[in-house]
């Protein structure tokens, strides 16, 4: 096969995926040119990161939550409702910051699971299930700041979560003005990534499967390292890699692994693509219930102390209309409500989407009216283009 | 020669890389029974759809005269109109909705802009009796069986003046009583003006009812009999159908004798709350080491039910009984512990609770048994696609690659897939529920090889059909069920179809 021939087949497999990355690529080009290059400084980048961490690790959970065909909308509220237990924590209680965090984290499981009680053992719907943790979960946060109204959280360390960057190497005078670490970091990653990659394709045609042609792969593989250098590279330039930044990437990339080489995984999809079928197969689609919004709780619990780190405070309003963003960026992401469709890493991107989108339309000092109703063009617009896509493969 | 009524001119019909129907010609003539067989995949679904306007005018070559004029349908509201009502194998009716409210459902009786109901509930009145269907029009069709739904579903299309009905499989989910009546009502609008199409894989049925067949092969029309003159027979269809002779659909297989008991059930009784009632009453079986035992009975007799209740009893029904396993008692409160046990159940609806259709051949050859893919909880990519190779090679699963959707395959290979999906567990015990539903003479034979091949290496398996003569052609022992009783085991060499029907219906 030629190359441009295999070229194509690829593009045409992959039209889903690709496209979105082609759409983020020029939704960025296109703010540049807008902002005159403000929008990929790399302070802006920086930012967008840490703007978008606590809907990006909601988007991640709310991923799987849609997999399995339910909707979970107590997550904005829950979100807003831990921050501020982190923050009476820490300022009340005076626990020390590397208790209140797991601590909170396991609240938010609790959280999740209590939902996944309603619905997987009395079979209320997910939806009706969760609009009560709304309202439910909106009471607590408005009761837990009743006296006070907003909390300020004076802890240096907790506030870090939101608002650091991982120290850099302790190497003056050389490449200055640059975060050496970050560059360290990304320079291993992209040796990780070759050296894996290399293998597997080894392993692969050592079982004689079908790979990409070896011109193909060096492209492929050359291109993932020019991107993640590039965003290495921006990085750099400013402070480096933000506490966020780490955060919802391990988040990220744990989540990918669980989903894509576990059997929980597997798991998860089968219930999602046909719930029957996986009883039958084995697979307890009630327990997978449980997992899947015990996660989400998790994931609230750890999006709020983001939020309530990144502002310093717990306000009376945190989490409002997360879930609906989170939901958004899942979309825009590629999941589907009919269940058993969606990555987390598509949804992560989706969130990327969204937040650049708020990102460079502030920037340019466009209305906030105009602003909603593009980022609702553009949801729609994803969600035709993957609604086209699916067709057209049947 | 009367003029026909329908006439179909070499369509052509193309899906992104296969040619589904080729130059097909199609001739009905007004008030006959026109019957179209074929294997899965020969085109007849994709005719029909065609001509209903579900592949609208231009997404296909040719010509189609309905009533001697060239129609141009845009979709299946122009079809009906013309006054063509297609029946699918998944009926199209409102659950929760009333009898007279699904027959007149889209071109209601108004007075003004409301419903006259009275004026519907009394012309549904009418059409029901001509259907011969007994029920009040005013009872919501989720509480009629299905073979009554099947009768509203023709009523529906009697109340929109259909001249031509089709229907797609009408009897695959009936009983045989069901089926006959239904049968022997379109003889009977055949004599009121209605023309017939009927798409059915029983050929038994339609060498009863035909009065010409049309046997499509590979999207082509190969031939079109005439059944008066005695052209039509079984071999024949067959032949036609599979483009060779098949002399035996029952493989050959040695029958060993063994008395060993590898599974055993005792005073089994069943209560599903759901329905609040009764299922199975006071059942005995037994399975013995390397045999094809039998269980068939009529629809609704409780055969998918006992299945379930041995398989883990995911429907919750409450249940009192013994089980034993090679000798031992087992209690199973989920799939997952018979699986454990030894137990696979390959279940009657592949679609609706067998496969995970929007996922690929390998993923659903694996799920049930992904332990022998895993690496410490993680799963081998490479040997699964080792395995998956495997299993498709040896079943003979026909698919472009193991990476295909499950959903793009056809039911032969689905049916396939399903089997391979449970012998990737290996199993000691098979339950197999209507292994041959909706699936072609050629992969019936197929999978019955496979049966043989699984018991001669010394698999059990449990064989629940309705079809008589595959449970007649397979089986070593017989149980027949009815009303959630067992009411009679005969081996199968002293069985005949009279026989097994006497206990089914007792």
Redesign the interface.
């Given at each position: 096969m030629s190359f441009f021939k295999e070229f194509l087949t690829l593009l045409k497999k992959n039209i889903r995926d690709y496209g979105m990355y082609i759409a983020l690529f020029v939704i960025m080009a296109f703010f540049t040119i807008a902002t005159d290059g403000i929008f990929i400084s790399s302070r802006n980048i920086s930012n967008l990161m840490n703007q978008m961490g606590y809907i990006a690790v909601l988007a991640i959970g709310m991923t799987l939550v849609i997999v399995i065909r339910h909707i979970d909308l107590s997550v904005g509220y829950l979100a807003g409702f831990l921050g501020a237990l982190a923050a009476i924590a820490l300022t009340s209680w005076n626990l020390p910051v590397l208790l209140v965090i797991p601590l909170v984290l396991i609240f938010g499981v609790a959280a999740g699971l209590i939902a996944a009680v309603t619905i997987a053992k009395f079979g209320i719907p997910s939806f009706v299930a969760t609009l009560a943790g709304w309202l439910i979960y909106r009471g607590a946060l408005l009761r837990a700041t009743l006296k006070t109204g907003t909390i300020v959280i004076p802890n240096d360390t907790f506030n870090a979560i939101g608002n650091g960057y991982i120290p850099d190497l302790p190497l003056e005078g050389f490449l200055p003005g640059t975060h050496k670490l970050t560059l360290l970091l990304g320079i291993i990653g992209a040796v990780l990534l070759v050296i894996s990659e290399i293998r597997s394709r080894k392993?692969?045609m050592a079982?004689d499967?079908e790979v990409l042609s070896k011109n193909m792969f060096i492209v492929k593989t050359i291109f993932t390292i020019i991107l993640l250098g590039a965003v290495t590279y921006v990085l750099a330039g400013y402070n480096g890699l933000s506490w966020t930044a780490v955060i919802v990437l391990s988040v990220t990339l744990i989540y990918h692994f669980l989903t894509t080489?576990?059997?929980?995984g597997?798991?998860i999809?089968?219930v999602g693509?046909?719930p029957?079928?996986?009883?039958?197969?084995?697979?307890?689609v009630s327990k997978i219930t449980y997992v899947v919004f015990g996660s989400m709780g998790m994931l609230s619990a750890l999006s709020g102390m983001l939020f309530a780190s990144r502002l310093q405070s717990a306000t009376t309003t945190a989490g409002q209309g997360f879930e609906l963003d989170a939901i958004a960026a899942a979309y825009v992401g590629g999941v589907s409500s009919a269940g058993?469709?969606g990555k987390v890493t598509g949804s992560l991107i989706g969130a990327i989407v969204m937040m650049s989108l708020t990102n460079g339309m502030n920037l340019m000092g466009i209305d906030i009216s105009t602003q909603y109703i593009v980022r609702g063009a553009v949801l729609v617009a994803a969600v035709v283009f993957d609604v086209a896509t699916r067709k057209q493969r049947? | 020669m009367s003029v026909p009524i329908l006439e179909m001119k070499n369509i052509t019909k193309e899906f992104p890389g296969v040619k589904a129907l080729d130059n097909v010609s199609f001739k009905v003539e007004r008030q006959k029974i026109h019957c179209l067989v074929g294997e899965n995949g020969a085109g007849k679904s994709t005719l029909m759809k065609v001509l209903s306007g579900v592949h609208p005018y231009g997404s296909y070559d040719g010509e189609i005269y309905f009533e001697d004029k060239l129609q141009d349908f845009k979709s299946t509201r122009d079809s009906e109109q013309a006054g063509i009502a297609v029946i699918y194998q998944e009926l199209a009716l409102v659950p929760e909705m009333t009898v007279y409210e699904n027959v007149f459902l889209g071109h209601e009786i108004c007075k003004g802009i409301n419903v006259d109901i009275n004026e519907t509930i009394k012309q549904t009145v009418e059409i029901l009796k001509k259907v011969r269907l007994d029920v009040n029009p005013s009872t919501p069709v989720k509480q009629l069986g299905i073979g009554k739904q099947q009768l509203v579903e023709i009523a529906k299309a009697l109340s929109r003046d259909a001249k031509l009905l089709v229907l797609d499989e009408p009897t695959s989910a009936l009983n045989e009583s069901d089926s006959d009546n239904l049968l022997d009502l379109l003889r009977e609008l055949k004599e009121q003006g209605v023309t017939s199409i009927l798409i059915s894989h029983k050929l038994q049925e339609v060498i009863a009812i035909a009065d010409k067949v049309t046997v499509l092969r590979d999207g082509a029309s190969i031939v079109t009999l005439d059944a008066h003159n005695g052209e039509v027979n079984e071999n024949v269809l067959i032949k036609h159908m599979v483009g060779r002779a098949i002399e035996n659909i029952y493989p050959e297989r040695k029958k060993k004798k063994s008395d060993q008991v590898v599974f055993e059930v005792r005073n089994w009784n069943a209560y599903d709350p759901a329905r609040e009632r009764q299922i199975l009453k006071d059942v005995n079986l037994e399975l013995r080491k390397g045999e094809v035992l039998g269980i068939t009975g009529l629809m609704g007799a409780g055969r998918t039910e006992l299945a379930l209740s041995l398989f883990g009893n995911p429907d919750n029904y409450r249940i009192d009984g013994e089980m034993l396993i090679g000798g031992e008692p087992v209690k199973f409160n989920h799939p997952e512990k018979a699986i454990k046990a030894g137990l696979a159940y390959v279940t009657e609806d592949r679609k609706g609770d067998g496969l995970i259709l929007i996922q690929d051949v390998k993923s659903n050859i694996t799920i049930a048994n992904l332990k022998r893919i895993l690496k410490y909880g993680v799963i081998d990519a490479n040997a699964e696609i080792k395995d998956a190779r495997e299993y498709t090679d040896s079943l003979g699963i026909k698919t472009p690659s193991i990476e295909q959707k499950v959903l793009y395959l056809s039911g032969g290979n689905q049916q396939k897939v399903s089997l391979a999906k449970w012998l990737y567990v290996s199993p000691d015990i098979m339950i197999l529920d209507e292994p041959t539903r909706g699936i072609d003479v050629g992969a019936k034979f197929e999978i019955f090889t496979i049966m043989n091949k699984l018991v001669e290496q010394g698999m059990s398996i449990i064989m629940i059909s309705s079809e008589l003569p595959e449970i007649l052609g397979m089986t070593d022992r017989i149980y027949v069920v009815s009303d959630g009783k067992i009411t009679g085991e005969l081996s199968t060499e002293d069985a005949d179809q009279e026989i097994v029907m006497r206990y089914a219906t007792m």
């Open positions: 392993k692969k079982y499967f080489q576990t059997f929980l597997r798991h999809y089968a693509g046909n029957e079928a996986a009883e039958l197969s084995g697979i307890s058993g469709v049947a | -």
